[in-house]
């Protein structure tokens, strides 16, 4: 039997996504209507488990720019309402979100001395 691939892995993206097949019983469910091997119905579901993350990445990435436009917004508010205290607190995870904030590293020994090697590249 002939198989459409970009198909059948957009069925299996449904079966994950929406109906919650575990991959054995994706397998299964393959077999019984495609007549596949395992081994090729475990291929397909690794090319759906890529595009799904693929998906994904696309959707955290709008929702994360949407995010980040609310955030400017509630931060303009604060300051023309003269809410400097809460502006400043938005602009702080604002920094977080875009990495430009630097936590501080927290480091204890339990009273043993710490070393620290530092090896110079010689040029």
């Known amino acids: 039997m002939k198989v459409e691939t970009h198909l059948v892995i957009d069925e299996i993206i449904d ?3 929406n109906k919650g097949y575990s991959s054995p019983s994706m397998v299964k469910y393959l077999k019984e209507k495609y007549d596949l091997e395992q081994s090729r119905a475990y291929d397909l579901i690794k ?9 994904y990445n696309k959707v955290n990435e709008n929702a994360l720019e949407e995010s980040i436009i609310i955030m400017e917004n509630m931060r303009q508010k604060e300051l023309q309402i003269g809410n400097t205290k809460l502006a400043l607190e938005i602009q702080k995870e604002l920094n977080k979100i875009n990495q430009l904030y630097i936590q501080k590293l927290d480091i204890t020994s339990n009273g043993q001395p710490i070393i620290i ?6 040029e």
């Not at 090319?47 to 998906?55: F, H, N, T, V």
């Not at 090697?117 to 010689?122: C, G, L, M, P, R």
Request: no cysteine; glycine share 6%; proline share 0%.
């Open 47 to 55: 090319e759906a488990k890529i595009k799904l993350g693929e998906i």
């Open 15 to 17: 079966l994950r996504v």
């Open 117 to 122: 090697n530092i090896k110079k590249e010689e």
